[in-house]
């Protein structure tokens, strides 16, 4: 060697430097941390003063009635809590609404809030689901700890799902078991005297935890459904006060054909309408700015794909034959079209004639037959099918079931239920079960090609007209219609009972 001493140098080196660079080392990570936590959104909860600019009031809730009954005593109790306890009432701490989204859950409970004087505090329970164990705790210690400072208060916990989900044994969640825990804690640790009420708002009754729906915590629960055309027509009202609307506009017209849609929707076409006519540069909105609104929400966006001309030609003859056999079975179509709106190519529109929540036996076959027609035309015209009627048949399938397993409407299957849960089914029911849904099915396909070759020059013009115009309305259906008589079943039982194969007199 030559007298160098190579292990001192090393180890001279790594004395010197080491803890330098451990130290520069161990700073990075605290900056990439303090960084993570700051970038994380603080939720905070919503916060709102009775009587303040964002406040809901009662007249801008349309459609709840039952509810609004309902919540009216929660109202009551907030605004005078003397008279329920010298009655010595116990009133309820926890309300739950529940239903599917955009039905008003949160703006009714906004409304109770302002309504009674009462400071509404909201958050989402996801807010709670936090990766470091406890913090979700201390959210939720913190939220009431503040509501209870400034009763009378509500609390208003949405999406309560995220929390409450019913405790697997197998996915054991440790933050989402305190997290319920505290909110649990919560909910028994205030009296009547705190003038705080909870309330809480979830899609998904039967998935929350049963620990949060025993007595004295959410033991009200308040169903919020879709509207029913008479609440469609008052959240109209609601959405077009201010907006200024044109002697054409029929918004009873409009609550007809949106059957099925909820508040947030109705509020978008509203919405949509007022900025057609901004763009339109028209100082009041038009029947034609509620048309395009109703299909732009309705439908997705109105844009148009490129579909090859024997797409189109497919196309036109499964929707004429939609259309066609709507007419057949007596339920006038309202427009058909081929230009592609969200992911459907091409729809058949009704108008509901009048709110139902029972079907017959009959009508439900002759919807089947009708949602069975699109593919029917292909296969009449074409001698092959598509995947375009993946939809329809999948409609179809799930009336089928319902009608054989819920509904007792099988052909030996009549006098009751034989639900997918229902373990004591024996093997032979089963088999009995699926082949009456299956003969259900095949029977309206076979009602539908033999329906539409009988009329099969009728489906002719009608495609043909989808063609050349694309979207035909009601007059220029009916007038395609011409000198075809309906086949109503619905009234006509030996059209059901050929459809079953069936005959009861012999
Ligand atoms: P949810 O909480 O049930 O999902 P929201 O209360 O958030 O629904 O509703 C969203 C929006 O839809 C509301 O802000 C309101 O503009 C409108 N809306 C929903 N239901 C109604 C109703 N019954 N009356 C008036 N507007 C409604
Ligand atoms: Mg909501
Ligand atoms: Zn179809």
Known sequence: MLGFDFNSAISNFALTWLPVMFFLLMCIVVYLLWKTVKL??????????????????????????????ELQEIVDFLRDPARFEALGARVPKGILFHG????????????????????????????????????GAARIRKLFEEARKNAPSIVFIDELDAVGQARSGHSFNREQDQTLNQLLVELDGFGPRDQVVVMGASNRLQDLDPALLRPGRFDRQVLINPPDLKGRRAILDVHTR????????????????TSGLTGADLQN??????????????????????????????????????????????????????????????????????????????YVLHLPEEERYL?????????????????????????????????????VTQIARAM???????????????????????????????TEQARLTDAAYADAVRLLSKHRGALDRVSAALLEKETLDRDELAALFAGVEPESRSSDSVGVVRALGVDPTG
Not at 101 to 130: D, I
Not at 247 to 256: E, I, P, Q, S, T
Not at 318 to 343: C, D, W, Y
Not at 411 to 420: C, F, G, K, L, P
Request: aromatic share 6%; hydrophobic share 40%.
């Open 242 to 257: 201010g907006k200024p609307l044109g002697d054409d506009v029929d918004l009873d017209g409009v609550a007809r054909q």
């Open 40 to 69: 994380m959104p603080r939720v905070k909860p919503m916060e709102i003063t009775p009587g303040s600019a964002s406040a809901v009031t009662w007249d801008d809730v349309a459609g709840l009635d039952e509810a609004k009954e």
């Open 404 to 434: 054989v397993f819920e509904w007792g409407m099988g052909e030996s299957v009549t006098s009751r239920t034989m639900r997918a849960d229902n373990y004591a089914l024996s093997e032979e029911t089963k088999r009995l079960r699926d």
């Open 100 to 135: 599917p989204p955009g039905t008003g859950k949160t703006l009714a409970a906004k409304a109770v809030a302002n309504e009674s004087g009462a400071r509404f505090y909201a958050q989402s329970a996801s807010a709670f689901v936090e990766m470091f164990a406890g913090l």
């Open 359 to 395: 079907e017959t036996k009959e009508e439900l076959l002759d919807w089947m037959v009708m949602a069975l027609s699109g593919r029917a035309a292909e296969e009449i015209v074409f001698g092959r099918v598509t995947n375009g009627a993946a939809n329809d048949l999948e409609k």
């Open 269 to 346: 076409i509203c919405n949509e309408a007022a900025i057609g006519a901004g763009r339109n540069d028209r100082a009041t909105l038009t029947h034609a700015d509620f048309d395009y609104a109703l299909e732009r929400v309705v439908a997705g966006l109105q844009q148009r794909r490129v579909v090859t001309d024997k797409e189109k030609r497919i196309l036109a003859y499964h929707e004429a034959g939609h259309a066609l056999m709507s007419h057949l079975v007596g339920n006038q179509p309202e427009k058909a079209t081929i230009i592609a709106r969200g992911t459907a190519l091409g």
